[in-house]
């Protein structure tokens, strides 16, 4: 078995939340990418790459790179918002740039990723339908929607993940470090629900940082500008565990290194560049591959 390694601007600190730090530029970051060996990348958030589908699938082709999806955030749970039409014309960038999967990330309607909202019964079931209308109109176009369960937004608590699972049709993201973060075992979960596992985004975490940014001692963007997430294999999420429980369980989806990281300077950005080819390596020898194979 090979790894299908991807990568995702968030690595490189590209991302939609404001004023979260520098964000480097389109062609650094996937030259970057591209000397790491990997061959495909997430779209990343809005304005990164062009907005027009074709213009988007011409700027990843330029740059050696597949395209796999990304990741979409959108609120679900609200009968006033209908989100399909912003699905739908996300989608349309699927079809032209060749991308398998739509990362839905059911979020509050607040910016950032700090605290969370409690459902009430109805929001949940506007939530669950939503979710299946979302699957339908992705597979309509040949598309695999997902939901990534993600600290900050409504489906963060393993408790809401297994709602989610027992109420909807949609497979998941598995994210070894915002399950983690919400206080799952994603050891366990792959061993439970390894069906309904479509995608996975690998994340290594550092639990005493964590642990603050879950007591709301420091927000969450603090907390990855200390070293929340780690090169893959020098944290304390049991990412080794987690790949071997994936590969037993016969997932054969993408194996995406997407690890939020805050760049504030050249530093920083060195920082996240060997971080990353330090995780793509990481992957690579748990699937008995060497150093110079290509993703």
Sequence with gaps: MTARIASAP??????????????LGRERV????VSLGITATEFGPEGFLPDTP???AEALADAGLAAVGGFFPVVLHDAAQDPL???????????AAG???????????NEGYDGAAELS???WQTLLANLDRALDAAASVGVVATLHPHLGTVVEAPEAVERVVAGSRIGLCL????????GGDPVVFVQQHAPRIVHAHLKD?????????RAGEIDYREGVRQGMYQALGAGDARIGEILAALQGAGYDGWYVLEQDTVVENDDDATRALDNARRSVAFVRAAFGEDEGASA
């Design 30 to 33: 996937l030259g970057e990418m």
């Design 99 to 109: 991308a398998s999967t739509l990362v839905l990330s059911a979020v509050t309607g």
């Design 121 to 123: 019964d109805a929001e």
């Design 10 to 23: 968030i690595s490189w600190g590209v991302i939609e939340v404001p004023n979260w730090g520098l964000q």
């Design 85 to 95: 039409p912003a699905i739908e014309r996300e989608l349309e960038a699927y079809v």
């Design 54 to 56: 074709a213009e988007r």
């Design 205 to 213: 975490v550092n639990l005493s940082i964590a642990a603050r940014v």
């Design 175 to 182: 994210d070894t470090g915002h399950y983690t973060l919400g």
